[in-house]
């Protein structure tokens, strides 16, 4: 079983936690930097996403991103901003659906990395199309490699394969989430030594060009 939740992207001198509408949620620090931008987890399904974004860009006065996680395997990214920078994709859709089809249009996702882009300016962070590009698309691609190597190992009966693509599988996607944090330019250092999401910033820095 895995993740389902938010993972909620905000500049704010108060813990994150504590801000509406998280206050009285169970929600836990994920990740902190000293310039105070926080990642907080938010176990359970998600509400109204977009009006949840809106009212943290109210109370905090600046860009906020929410990653809407389903069980480890699909994020859909909201993202917005005092400005209207306003961004929406899915790391790693399902099959046949929207989403999936939107990673295949390069001229819409190619906008939508624009948008980002601009939207990481507004954080005070200036980052190249390119990079943002790839981090958006990264998952679905390797996601389905994954689906490949899993495939092949258990026609050919290689336990140990299967066994290392399951592996590599847990969390999956919040892995490219932090990516994508990353490449905006806020990777954000676990608010816990030891804790799971410092094991999981640990691979996306393993994973770093």
Known sequence: MGFTGLLILARAEAPLTGLDPLAGLDAELA???????????????????????AALV?????????????????????????????????????????????????????AIAETAVAWAAEAGQTVATEPVLEALCAADRDNRAADK??????????????????????????????????????????AEAGSWWAHLASQVETHSP
Request: negative net charge; charged residues 20%.
């Open 31 to 53: 990740g902190r930097r000293d310039d105070h931008w926080q990642l907080a987890a938010v176990a359970g399904h998600a509400q109204d996403t977009p009006a949840w974004a």
């Open 58 to 110: 109210d109370a905090t006065t600046a860009p906020v991103l929410i990653a809407v996680v389903e069980d480890s395997d699909t994020a859909l990214l909201l993202a917005d901003s005092p400005s209207g920078h306003r961004w929406i994709t899915v790391l790693n859709a399902p099959a046949d659906s929207a989403g999936r089809a939107a990673v295949a249009d390069s001229r819409a996702m190619t």
């Open 149 to 190: 190597a899993f495939s092949h190992a258990l026609d050919a009966r290689d336990f140990a394969a299967t066994d290392e693509v399951i592996r590599n599988q847990i969390s999956f996607i919040e892995v490219y989430v932090l990516r994508v944090l990353a490449v905006l330019g806020l990777a954000l250092p676990a």
